[in-house]
């Protein structure tokens, strides 16, 4: 047998395997880095998250991706480079996670590598009928592997279009692998740069397990703080808070056939960026509108099209524990009006179930990684919902 999958082979025969899970999202704040030991798989998997780092994106980093992220027209040369480019600085941020942590590589059993989103292209967005579900992850696993000596899972998303989904959300696997329990109806919401949630039912029954994207997490928000203060985001809320919300602005930021989309529906800062806002003032005549009630309309815009999306497809007579996850979590002021339309779900966050919020992604795909390796695939029985494993196979040498 070749000497790889040998490795590959015994990997699978241990106990607990070690996996780090990287992501990073929509956001562009950094790679999250979470070394998790993993016990099981399906239904059976434990998780203790080890250790968990943020490396924040260097400036320079995010100049680079910005030059093509979610832009219809790129130079190609700059994709082409930014691919190993990437995954070079992916490569050298783990080893100095690893050494900060006081644990050789070779300790480690597997990488599950999110890579970096550039573009993000389901149907429902480019709308032309002869070309498939499409979105595009860079930072490619064969260069992190070879630079880190550790085996690398990555590219989760291809084969999830190839099964018929939109290649996100993947949440769903690890949330109800993780955090299904049996007695409580759980929801599980992610607020990004994109928003998404997982509804896990307290039957356990994969069946209903159902999970889609809202709309905008933090994207605009983020945005707009660029544009308007030449800050990164909008922290605590500091500038939303000074403003009012502009119902008009807001009717028309609704107004999008995306909101119309039945579920499971993805998205992205393709969509919702800054043009869509100047669109949106343009059609309600607020383009005058000052800075910061722009960011408290926008604020609104989050919280109301995630709490429509959750509204929609909860049983008004039924409770419901909402774990939230996410940086926009950290947003006082997004919480509270989520809080404000949904009196009667009890909100909490992931750290109460013993994975802090910052981290719930990336130890998500190392619970993908330990599926490509141990699991079967779940099968939640609904188009978009594949019962698949997920991740292409890098070795070091
Ligand atoms: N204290 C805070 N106040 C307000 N917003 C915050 C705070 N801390 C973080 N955020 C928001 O959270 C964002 C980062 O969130 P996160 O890392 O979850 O996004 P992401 O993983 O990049 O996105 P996605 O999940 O869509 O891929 C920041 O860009 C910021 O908007
Ligand atoms: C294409 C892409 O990178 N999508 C992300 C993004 O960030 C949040 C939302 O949009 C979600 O659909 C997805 O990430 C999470 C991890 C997912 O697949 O579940």
Request: charged share 20%.
């Amino acid at each position: 047998m070749n000497s790889n999958l040998q490795r590959l082979f015994t990997i699978t025969q241990k106990p607990v395997r070690r996996i780090i899970g990287l992501m990073s999202g929509t956001s562009l704040d950094g790679l999250d880095v979470a070394l998790c030991a993993i016990s099981g798989s399906g239904m059976e998997t434990k998780v203790v998250l080890e250790q968990f780092e943020t490396v924040p994106y260097p400036l320079e980093v995010k100049d680079e991706i910005r030059k093509i992220f979610a832009k219809e027209t790129i130079a190609f040369q700059q994709l082409c480079l930014l691919n190993p480019w990437i995954a070079n600085h992916h490569a050298a941020w783990i080893l100095q996670c690893l050494q900060k942590w006081n644990i050789a590589p070779a300790a480690v059993d597997l990488i599950a590598s999110h890579g970096q989103t550039v573009y993000h292209s389901p149907k429902i967005l480019h709308q032309q009928a002869a070309f498939p579900n499409a979105t595009l992850q860079i930072g490619d696993g064969d260069h992190i592997a070879v630079k880190t000596g550790i085996i690398t899972l990555s590219d989760f998303r291809q084969k999830h279009i190839a099964a018929g989904g939109e290649g996100a959300p993947l949440a769903l696997y690890g949330d109800y692998c993780l955090f299904s329990q049996q007695g409580e109806d759980r929801i599980m919401l992610n607020m990004g740069g994109i928003a998404n949630f997982t509804f896990l039912p307290g039957s356990l029954d994969a069946g209903k397990v159902f999970v889609t994207d809202t709309g905008p997490g933090n994207t605009l928000l983020d945005a707009f703080s660029r544009h308007y203060f030449g800050k990164e985001f909008d922290e605590d809320a500091a500038f939303a808070k000074q403003g009012t919300v502009n119902e008009q602005l807001l009717a028309a930021l609704k107004d999008n056939s995306f909101f119309k989309e039945g579920f499971p529906r993805t998205t992205g800062p393709e969509l919702f960026n800054r043009e869509y806002v100047l669109a949106a003032q343009s059609k309600s005549q607020t383009t005058g509108l000052l800075p910061f009630d722009v960011m408290a309309t926008l604020t609104q815009f989050s919280a109301d099209t995630i709490t429509d999306a959750l509204l929609s497809v909860l049983d008004a007579n039924k409770s419901y524990a909402v774990y939230m996850s996410g940086g926009g979590a950290h947003n006082p002021l997004l919480v509270e009006l989520i809080k404000t339309r949904m009196p009667h779900l009890k909100i909490k966050t992931t750290a109460e179930l013993g994975i802090a919020g910052d981290a719930k992604e990336a130890v998500l795909f190392a619970i993908l990684a330990n599926e490509a390796v141990m699991g079967e695939g779940i099968n939640f029985g609904k188009p978009g919902m594949p019962a698949i494993t997920m991740g292409k196979c890098s070795f070091p040498a």
